[in-house]
T-cell receptor, first 113, second 113 residues
Framework: DGGITQSPKYLFRKEGQNVTLSCEQN?????MYWYRQDPGQGLRLIYY???????QKGDIAEGYSVSREKKESFPLTVTSAQKNPTAFYLC????????????FGDGTRLSIL | SQELEQSPQSLIVQEGKNLTINCTSS?????LYWYKQKYGEGLIFLMM?????EEKSHEKITAKLDEKKQQSSLHITASQPSHAGIYLC?????????????FGKGTKLSVIP
């Protein structure tokens, strides 16, 4: 079955450490996205990519980095510069073209030790 | 202030009752998307509305788009425990970047058997 796979489901980070969240899709979607969700808050866009080897900052990109070397993969690195990284991270993908719905993975919960 | 307001923030209903969730935008909508999320999981796409007056249904869930009010309503008929979860609306705004969605904070629905 086609879908979006995020791993790991739970992740713990020590102070000063970078961590990478994985997102893989087999839906053949060109566009991929990373969101952050905090309790009681809506989703906030971190980065998005419309095509391989290209990506744009979203509303809260500071302290995060991404790469898009393959169509299927869009990993997110939470760097030590991100001072408040504890959150639920969601990856999504969509067909390119305006007003196409985004489809989401099951999320990764990141906590600080 | 929030671009996309959802109301109510939370809702507790008895099984079998009908309910409505609203999503109001402060800007002109280009598209409106409804998602459902269970705690700690990803978002499940329900419906997409693009034109004023458009109405779509999925099982016992109906969504409408009121272009004049820049508002969408999600109506659940004869609620069941399986309807419990967080309902989020996402909006596409023209000129915001074709692929970006702005999300509301969500409405938490509990259904009491």
């Amino acid at each position: 079955d086609g879908g979006i796979t995020q791993s790991p489901k739970y992740l713990f980070r020590k102070e000063g450490q970078n961590v990478t969240l994985s997102c893989e899709q087999n839906l053949n979607h060109d566009a991929m996205y990373w969101y952050r969700q905090d309790p009681g808050q809506g989703l906030r866009l971190i980065y998005y990519s419309q095509i391989v080897n290209d990506f744009q900052k979203g509303d809260i990109a500071e302290g995060y980095s991404v790469s898009r070397e393959k169509k299927e993969s869009f990993p997110l690195t939470v760097t030590s510069a991100q001072k408040n990284p504890t959150a639920f991270y969601l990856c999504a993908s969509s067909i390119t073209g305006q007003r196409q719905p985004q489809h989401f993975g099951d999320g990764t919960r990141l906590s600080i030790l | 202030s929030q671009e996309l307001e959802q109301s109510p923030q939370s809702l507790i209903v008895q099984e079998g009752k009908n309910l409505t969730i609203n999503c109001t935008s402060s800007k002109t909508l280009y598209g409106l998307y409804w998602y459902k999320q269970k705690y700690g999981e990803g978002l499940i796409f329900l419906m997409m509305l693009q034109k004023g007056g458009e109405e779509k249904s999925h099982e016992k869930i109906t969504a409408k788009l009121d272009e004049k009010k820049q508002q969408s309503s999600l109506h659940i008929t004869a609620s069941q425990p399986s309807h419990a979860g967080i309902y989020l609306c996402g909006a596409a705004y023209s000129g915001a970047g074709s692929y970006q969605l702005t999300f509301g904070k969500g409405t938490k629905l509990s259904v009491i058997p």
